[in-house]
């Protein structure tokens, strides 16, 4: 990519013996939303290391902004990376500890002084500057371990996870303070998490990791919409994915004909609950289990396909467990999988 502000060219890292991520290529734009997307072990914050400088690579190359950073050590890098754990220091304020860094970098006096007070505003702690980590909720810990990073205006933050800590109501404010920071100072970010919603929210783009590898690259509406892969699909909330074999789908009861042709190209269909249409169809379907979802109602139904995982509107009138039901994977409605397994 012509516009690579961040390019990595065939990383591969390794622990010892064991390598851990192998021929990974990778392009960031300057001022993207990046997010890493993978099931644990995939070898994200092993990623993350080696851009940090934490982890030499065993080959490959990390360009920055222009200049091969591979060999430069971490602390000449300009990249932040903000973890999971805050590591703040127990014993200094919030303004020492935002402080930290800048003063390693020889700042005194006012230079340091309007850059921390502005670095703690930003995160909206200009309150809090005299309090020590341990007078703080986690959510402002985790504003104060973004503040200590970005005064030391990095070329690319990495954070790793940094919301896996905190309760459902403040990562959502932090979501959302985190996107709001990136958008003012257009900083370079990528953005480590397991969990897709996260994702799909956050990032101008996403890469979904596995094995050491990347599966697949693309916006949040080609990942949720199009998933090149079973797995993909799997992670993203497909529920119903099946292999296709000579144009039927693949089953523990063997090849079985859907209603209409499955396009040639296609190694695997996923539907959605949402696309599996409940009431008419040539399959039957007994219900095995549902549940109540607000809006909506889910179904899983037991059928010669294999269970089915099924999602209408909560108004439609419900079926009792036990009961048989018709219906119908419209493969119009299907996600295309490119590989399977
Ligand atoms: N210090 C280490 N020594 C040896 N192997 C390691 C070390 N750190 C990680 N690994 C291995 O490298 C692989 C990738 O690990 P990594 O920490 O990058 O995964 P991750 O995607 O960040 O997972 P998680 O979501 O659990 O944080 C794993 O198989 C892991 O066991
Ligand atoms: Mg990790």
């Excluded at 005194?108 to 007078?135: C, H, M, T, Y």
């Excluded at 104060?144 to 404010?173: F, G, H, I, Q, Y």
């Excluded at 079985?256 to 269909?269: C, E, H, N, Q, Y």
């Amino acid at each position: 990519m012509s516009d690579a502000y961040l390019q990595l060219d065939k990383l591969t890292l390794a622990y010892g013996d064991t390598v851990a991520v192998k021929d990974l290529d990778l392009s960031i734009a300057r001022g993207e939303l990046v997010a890493l997307l993978g099931p644990s072990g995939c070898g994200k914050t092993t990623t993350m290391r080696a851009i940090a400088g934490l982890l030499n690579p065993a080959s490959g190359r990390i360009n920055l902004d222009g200049a091969d950073i591979t060999r430069v050590s971490a602390n000449k890098r300009a990249v932040g990376l903000v973890f999971q754990s805050y590591a703040l220091f127990p014993h200094l304020t919030v303004y020492e500890n935002v402080a930290f860094g800048l003063r390693l970098k020889g700042l005194r006096g006012q230079d340091l002084d309007s850059k921390v007070n502005a670095g703690i505003r930003s995160v909206g702690l200009a309150k809090f500057a005299g309090r020590k980590p341990g007078e703080l909720s986690g959510g402002q810990q985790q504003r104060v371990a973004l503040a200590r990073s970005m005064v030391m205006e990095p070329k690319v933050l990495l954070l790793d996870e940094p919301l896996s800590n905190l309760d459902a109501r403040l990562r959502l404010e932090m979501r959302a303070e985190l996107q709001r920071v990136q958008k003012e100072t257009g900083v370079t970010m990528i953005f480590v998490t397991h969990d897709q919603a996260e994702a799909l929210a956050l990032a101008d783009r996403i890469i979904v990791m596995l094995n050491g590898g990347i599966e697949q690259i693309g916006t949040p509406e080609e990942i949720y919409n199009n998933p090149i892969s079973s797995f993909v699909a799997d992670f993203v909330g497909f529920e119903n994915v099946f292999a296709l074999k000579d144009g039927k789908l693949a089953t523990a009861n063997g090849a079985i004909a859907l209603s209409t042709p499955a396009p040639d190209v296609a190694a695997g269909l996923a539907w959605r609950p949402r696309a599996v249409i409940l009431g008419s169809g040539p399959f039957q379907g007994t219900v095995r289990g549902t549940s109540f979802a607000g809006n909506s109602r889910e179904y899983l139904l037991d059928s010669a396909l294999g269970p089915i995982k099924a999602e209408v509107d909560a108004a439609l009138p419900q079926h009792e467990l036990g009961s048989t039901i018709a219906f119908d994977l419209p493969v119009d409605a299907a996600a295309n999988l490119k590989r399977f397994g």
